[in-house]
């Protein structure tokens, strides 16, 4: 036993305690929220949305996110905004209080303490995290998919989030899945091989890439670069520099590269990955300690007493007590009883750094307080026998479709009911106005009506809804990616989605929506036929017209109505049904519904709504009653498919399946778990665990490295052994291969693609993607200069000779700037604008109109 001294909080700004903080009330108590603020000069001020994600390493924050339990934020632009219903809906809400490495002790003062005020703000309620820099915990680095950016200075500084002012800069890009960008100090000694780093110094910026990095870690920092440079307006130039091969850049662009890094410095200076540490620090030997304190005040002063190591139980904690869990130094949780005293659970927090100072663990050891019935998911994951019910969320990403009870959807009632509206993300039944166009060489070309819903993966779509409310007509306008469409294609429909919405005022809602993410309007709007094929005119078809799927192919239905169902095609195997769900086999003399033993109903009826597509009879076929003739409709025959008796059981099972990446990259074991998984979060360069509770799955990834390979096995033990819940270390482990994986493994990922991760682009794709994104190196050379080249003073040439192959370009054409070659007026005619104004838009942009000009 051992105790802590107490004391008050202090009131910053005069504000006594139950009152709230002005920066506060704007906050709609009754709506979700996502909402950033920063300390500055000891008071809450309200950080813009256009720089959420950017963080001053010598500031303190406060981060309020509120969301309907089971929206997922995977895939969301969170840093805009959730926008859920909290009325009627139950809610998870989460304050972080984030604390730069430079910040003052009085700012991480105050936001600790306007944290709890906001807490009390609304009721009390939220989950409670205490973050640091380099430590954020994954919850919260959830909320900026594209990375978060951690830069010098601070509000003391004069650093405002107010305007984006350019400076020459250095930042160093950590992690495989969602990056921290942090800035640097410009110097080989901040740079290590086993990281990413872009130096940018304006019209050019450098992506040096180390030596050590892994392929992921590779394409992750191209995305990131390419962002940066479109946040620009695309008018920097993009130069990949690979770790010891700086001497290969020539001219003015080496010498813009050396006034920052000089190459000659360079020797002895860059560490080693061992050296620089490990993207993930997680001990997992240290984490598996898990220990139960409890808390209680006497005579004010905080008394903590151990009351058991792990496992522990849900029946451990009382409601009439606090108790501390600590995961062996890795994690603090504070959980605060429902008849905990007012004290305790106002000042939970601070108990909580208080525990960790008396123990002598790390500062930056992650604190998160949480209270009796609102525990996060992560938490209960602690406990052996704490119920997890899988989120309604995870229907569409996830094999299990949700059991639940339909009631009439009444969509007159949703624009007098907000709350419904919110909480269902409907405006209204999908029964308005839905034109479809295609895109196809960067062009639109309208769908046929007859057509609508049919979508393929190897194409983007741009869908306008039109609606009215009180005879007023409102506009909806979706721009759908395929996953397997061109980069070219997407930035079309993006474009293409901004054109549509300046024609109706700028008046629409813009909706991006990637292939499996549709969300319930979306799919309403198709009445139960929304069907996803594979293939695509410009798509993995390989460039060919494709207008349908053929004569035979198989569906996977999930959905329970009309307003949340669709179809996706599968292949024409025996091995893509699953028991969970509904097919229906399309062949060219009839149609089968294929029932597996854990659908419903509804989802049969749906079912049908998708095989009335075809006029032929349907024939209903449930899971183990199939006639032997059945099985050669399929190509290969009756084979194993999904039909673990765990896919069969209610969606509320008492442990969900869980997702780990293992790694030993740096000779230290990792793991770190991935929420709402998909088939595209296996790691090629890991190991993977998948753990359905039961039985324990190594993935071994083709690109992880002959030591991991050799200690998969040890690692899985190792992962049981340290599982706080206190698994059997006896539960089977099954080791499978990338490319070879069972059905019994991928019904668990709801829709699987075999050809996946051949499909994928490689480093070097991705590196010749991004030249070509970027301004030719002749004209990098111009850009470095400040200069272009001259449009008057170069020799001039009917088109037609400009847009032949390099080779047959008359003498003296510049091959990479053909545009320059053209007379005036017909340049004019052709671009539809002067030089002048081609040569002021972003490099990617004068790429793409050159390519459709074929002068690129």
Not at 29 to 37: G, Q
Request: glycine share 8%.
């Amino acid at each position: 036993m051992f105790t802590l001294g107490r004391g008050t909080y202090k009131p910053y700004n005069g504000l006594a305690m139950g009152s709230v903080d002005p920066a506060f009330k704007p906050i709609d108590k009754d709506r979700s929220a996502f909402h950033i603020w920063r300390i500055e000069k000891m008071q809450v001020v309200a950080v813009p949305k256009d720089f959420y994600g950017q963080f001053y390493r010598g500031d303190s924050y406060i981060i309020l996110s509120v969301t309907a339990i089971g929206q997922s934020p995977k895939g969301k632009d969170m840093q805009i905004k959730r926008i859920r219903d909290m009325k009627g809906s139950p809610v998870e809400s989460h304050i972080h209080f984030w604390l730069g490495s430079e910040t003052s002790q009085d700012e991480a003062g105050i936001a600790a303490y306007k944290s709890v005020e906001l807490d009390d703000y609304l009721g009390g309620s939220p989950v409670q995290h205490r973050e640091t820099e380099g430590f954020e915990s994954p919850v919260f680095l959830s909320y900026f998919p594209k990375g978060i950016q951690i830069m010098e200075g601070g509000a003391s500084s004069g650093f405002r989030h107010v305007e984006k002012v350019f400076k020459v800069r250095m930042l160093h890009i950590k992690g495989k899945r969602i990056p921290r960008i942090m800035e640097v100090p410009i110097s080989w000694e901040n740079m290590n091989s086993g990281d990413c780093f872009v130096l940018d110094i304006g019209n050019l910026m450098f992506v040096w890439i180390g030596k050590e990095c892994r392929r992921s870690e590779r394409l992750k920092a191209m995305e990131v670069s390419r962002q940066l440079r479109d946040e620009r307006g695309g008018k920097a130039s993009l130069i990949v520099v690979e770790d010891g091969e700086e001497e290969a850049m020539k001219g003015d662009v080496k010498k813009a590269f050396e006034q920052h890094l000089a190459l000659k410095d360079k020797s002895g200076k860059i560490k080693s990955k061992e050296q620089a540490g490990e993207d993930e620090k997680i001990e997992t030997t240290q984490a598996g300690q898990l220990k139960l304190y409890s808390c209680s005040e006497e005579s004010g002063t905080l008394k903590i007493s151990e009351v058991k190591s792990g496992p522990l139980s849900r029946k451990d904690l009382t409601s009439q007590d606090a108790f501390i869990v600590d995961r062996g130094g890795v994690a603090i949780w504070v959980w605060i009883g429902k008849k905990a005293s007012p004290r305790e659970k106002k000042e939970a927090m601070r108990n909580g750094l208080g525990f960790i100072s008396k123990k002598q663990y790390n500062k930056s050891t992650p604190v998160t307080r949480v209270i009796d019935g609102g525990e996060p998911v992560d938490f209960k994951c602690l406990f052996k026998d704490w119920p997890q019910p899988t989120p309604p969320g995870k229907v569409y990403t996830n094999s299990r479709i949700a059991k639940t009870v339909q009631t009439k959807f009444d969509a007159a009632t949703l624009h007098s009911n907000h709350a419904l509206a919110a909480e269902t993300q409907m405006v209204d039944d999908g029964s308005g106005k839905v034109e479809v166009w295609r895109v196809d060489n960067f062009e639109l070309h309208e769908v046929p009506s007859a057509h609508h819903g049919e979508f393929f993966g190897g194409d983007c779509y741009v869908i306008q809804y039109t609606y009215k409310v009180n005879k007023r007509e409102n506009y909806i306008v979706y721009f759908w990616l395929g996953l397997h469409s061109t980069a070219d294609e997407k930035g079309t429909a993006a474009l293409k989605a901004v054109e549509l919405d300046d024609k109706v005022g700028g008046s629409a809602v813009q909706v991006r929506v990637v292939q499996y993410k549709e969300p319930p309007h979306f799919m309403s709007m198709f009445g139960g036929m929304m069907v996803i094929f594979e293939g695509g005119k410009a798509g993995w078809a390989g460039g060919d017209e494709k207008n349908g799927p053929g004569d035979r192919y198989m569906l996977h239905v999930r959905g329970t109505t009309k307003l949340n169902t669709k179809a996706v095609q599968v292949p024409m195997r025996a091995s893509s049904l699953n028991s969970n769900d509904v097919f229906v086999i399309f062949t060219k003399s009839s149609v089968f519904l294929w029932a597996g033993k854990g659908c419903t109903g509804d989802e049969r009826e749906m079912a049908k709504v998708v095989a009335s597509k075809s006029p032929r009879t349907v024939t209903m076929v449930f899971e183990g009653k199939e006639k032997e003739d059945f099985w050669n409709v399929f190509d290969g025959g009756k084979e194993p498919y999904a039909s673990d008796k765990r896919l069969q059981e209610d969606a509320n099972c008492a442990h969900a399946p869980r997702l780990f990446q293992l790694s030993n990259a740096a000779g230290r074991f990792s793991v770190e778990e991935i929420p709402d998984f998909v088939q595209t979060d296996l790691i090629e360069e890991d190991i993977m665990i998948l753990d359905v509770w039961d039985q324990i799955y190594i993935w071994v990834g083709k690109g992880s490295n002959k030591d991991e390979r050799a200690e998969a096995d040890r690692m899985a033990k190792e992962y049981l052994a340290t599982d706080p819940a206190g698994r059997d270390t006896d539960t089977p482990i099954c080791r499978i291969k990338q490319g070879f994986e069972p059905p019994s493994f991928t019904g668990f990922f709801g829709v699987w693609d075999t050809d996946l991760w051949n499909k994928g682009k490689t480093y070097e794709q991705m590196k010749e993607e991004l030249g070509s994104d970027a301004v030719s190196f002749s004209l990098v050379q111009d850009a470095v200069n400040g200069s272009a080249p001259s449009f008057n003073e170069v020799s001039k040439f009917p088109y037609e000779q400009l847009t032949v192959d390099v080779e047959d370009l008359p003498p003296g054409v510049n091959a990479e700037a053909r545009e320059v070659h053209l007379e005036q007026e017909e340049f004019m005619r052709l671009f539809k604008m002067s030089y002048e104004s081609f040569m002021r838009k972003p490099a990617w942009k004068q790429v793409q109109i050159k390519k459709e000009l074929k002068l690129f």
